[in-house]
Every structure is written in structure tokens, then in C-alpha cells.
């Protein structure tokens, strides 16, 4: 499998009104980061939209975690020397498995956060 190709994040969303102008963008975070994506209509919608586009390198990230996560307890023959040959996590297993579940909430917060002003 290649490896995915898109502008590195993290993204932030953001209403913008200027004058007659409004909108809700997707942009790099940072002074410089890049525009990406621009809804030009505001509601409900639009907003949930923007910020699950926001929220998507950051998704990409955590689901390459859970993956890798995943070969490694299949490897970890430790995990699977139980008598009901279902996996026992070690204390590195299970620490691994905390942090990606806090990058996953961090996500899921994110989506359904508020959508700052510009």
C-alpha cells in the first residue's frame, strides 16, 4: 500500500465574516498554514462538514495507530500464553492501548467542538 499523500496537518476550522463575505474555511494551523477547503453557506451541516475535514489528519494518524497496534498484538506471543487462548495484554500493550484511545477521544472531541471565529 503507498503511503497517503495530502497537506500535513493539523487543520483547525474557522468561521470567517468579513463585510458582505462569510464562511467557514479548513486551513493549516499556523500564520502560514494553507487554505483548504471553503463552505460559503453556514448551518448545522456545513459546520459539522468543516470540522470533520478539520479533524482528518488527525484521524488518519490514530487509525495508522490502531493498526500497528493491531500487528503488534498479534506478534506479542507473551499476549497469547493463556489457557483460553484469548490475549492478555502486558503493561506495554495496554499503555500503548491507553494513548491511542486518548488520540482517538482528542478526535472525536474535535469534531464535535465549537468552530472559532476568524
Not at 500500500?1 to 468561521?15: D, H, N, T, V, Y
Not at 488527525?58 to 490502531?66: G, N, P, Q
Request: charge should be negative; aromatic fraction near 12%.
Amino acid at each position: 500500500m503507498s503511503k497517503a499523500e495530502f497537506i500535513p496537518g493539523p487543520w483547525e476550522s474557522f468561521r470567517y465574516r468579513n463585510g458582505g463575505q462569510k464562511g467557514l474555511y479548513v486551513k493549516q494551523v499556523g500564520d502560514k498554514g494553507l487554505f483548504l477547503a471553503k463552505h460559503t453557506f453556514d448551518g448545522i451541516i456545513a459546520e459539522a462538514n468543516v470540522k470533520l475535514m478539520a479533524v482528518a489528519p488527525d484521524m488518519y494518524e490514530v487509525l495508522k495507530l490502531y493498526e500497528e497496534f493491531e500487528a503488534i498484538l498479534l506478534m506479542d506471543t507473551e499476549a497469547w500464553r493463556t489457557e483460553d487462548s484469548l490475549p492478555k495484554f502486558t503493561q506495554q500493550l495496554l499503555d500503548n492501548w491507553i494513548d491511542i484511545q486518548g488520540k482517538r477521544n482528542k478526535c472525536l472531541a474535535k469534531t464535535e467542538g465549537e468552530i472559532t471565529n476568524g
